[in-house]
């Protein structure tokens, strides 16, 4: 039996060449069974709680940098192609320093391809906020101006110092290399497609980074345009398609084929075909 301190949230790699039972084990020691693995394999699982129980002595538990299929606690596939959908959260600035920033909104390029869930970003600390919720509207970059994706689903009263988050229905599809532009306006305005930023009620107030300066890409001015080399403190979250062939680095071919793994530094080891197959 081994336990294994986790992240709650985070997504673990469990490889197993005999048949075991994961449970999540909760502060007062009592266990929640979250799958039973039966067949030697690995195996893709979310802990929902700070420490994961696995049966039996033998098998490696690493932690996964890409997240396991939507709505899965835990899951195993095999023969390769499309097993689900998976978070890829992407950070807009690279962490440089901050500073305070009122802008119009940002323009960033999209480094994959995917539909936009969620944007987080971190409030500007020591200045007052105006109190009035401001939504978040998303355009494609393109030769003849912005075109329009989509609307935030919430307006988002902004706070200091806290990560103020804003979400997105399915079907904000951005491409890898788009430029997108991320405008920030009032409830009266929230409607119009016509491209344009709001005044001061309807500005994002938040933590920003500076940025080498590339052309299109920064911190909106009051005309709309990059004007500011700085992108916001924060990341967007991403749904595409999860590709075993992502995931896949190592075959299963024989229970002393793990050995080799424990003598060296761990990534990511998942969803293997079993041995019976």
């Known amino acids: 039996?081994?336990?294994?301190?986790?992240?709650?949230?985070?997504?673990?790699?469990?490889?197993t060449s005999e048949p075991v039972r994961v449970s999540a084990l909760r502060e007062d020691g009592s266990e929640?069974?979250?799958?039973?693995?039966?067949?030697?394999?690995?195996?893709?699982?979310?802990?929902p709680?700070?420490?994961?129980?696995?049966?039996?002595?033998?098998?490696?538990?690493?932690?996964?940098?890409?997240?396991?299929?939507?709505?899965?606690?835990?899951?195993?596939?095999?023969?390769?192609?499309?097993?689900?959908?998976e978070s890829a959260v992407l950070p807009f600035a690279p962490g440089d320093g901050t500073d305070n920033l009122n802008a119009g909104g940002f323009a960033f390029e999209a480094?994959?391809?995917g539909e936009l869930r969620r944007v987080a970003l971190k409030g500007r600390s020591g200045y007052e906020f105006h109190k009035n919720?401001?939504?978040?509207?998303?355009?494609?970059?393109?030769?003849?101006?912005?075109?329009?994706?989509?609307?935030?689903?919430?307006?988002?009263?902004?706070?200091?110092?806290?990560?103020?988050?804003?979400?997105?229905d399915e079907g904000l599809r951005l491409a890898a290399g788009d430029v997108v532009v991320v405008s920030s306006h009032r409830e009266e305005a929230k409607e119009s497609r016509e491209y344009g930023v709001d005044g001061t009620e309807g500005k994002l107030l938040c933590r920003v980074e500076a940025i080498a300066h590339r052309e299109g890409i920064g911190c909106l001015d009051d005309a709309g345009a990059p004007g500011w080399d700085y992108l916001p403190e924060g990341d967007m979250t991403l749904a595409r398609p999860a590709d075993l062939a992502d995931y896949a680095q190592?075959?299963?071919?024989?229970?002393?084929a793990f050995d080799p793994l424990h003598t060296r530094a761990q990534t990511l080891y998942v969803l293997q075909v079993s041995t019976t197959s």
């Open 133 to 168: 919720p401001v939504w978040l509207k998303v355009w494609r970059r393109m030769e003849g101006g912005p075109v329009w994706l989509g609307l935030s689903r919430e307006g988002v009263v902004q706070v200091n110092d806290r990560v103020n988050v804003w979400t997105f």
């Open 250 to 256: 190592v075959a299963l071919r024989e229970e002393g």
């Open 111 to 113: 480094e994959v391809s």
């Open 1 to 15: 039996m081994m336990t294994i301190d986790t992240t709650p949230g985070e997504t673990y790699a469990i490889t």
């Open 49 to 85: 709680t700070g420490a994961l129980r696995v049966s039996g002595s033998s098998a490696l538990v690493t932690r996964s940098f890409r997240s396991a299929p939507a709505g899965a606690l835990c899951r195993a596939a095999s023969g390769g192609g499309v097993i689900g959908i």
């Open 32 to 47: 929640v069974l979250l799958c039973s693995m039966t067949e030697p394999g690995q195996y893709l699982v979310v802990a």
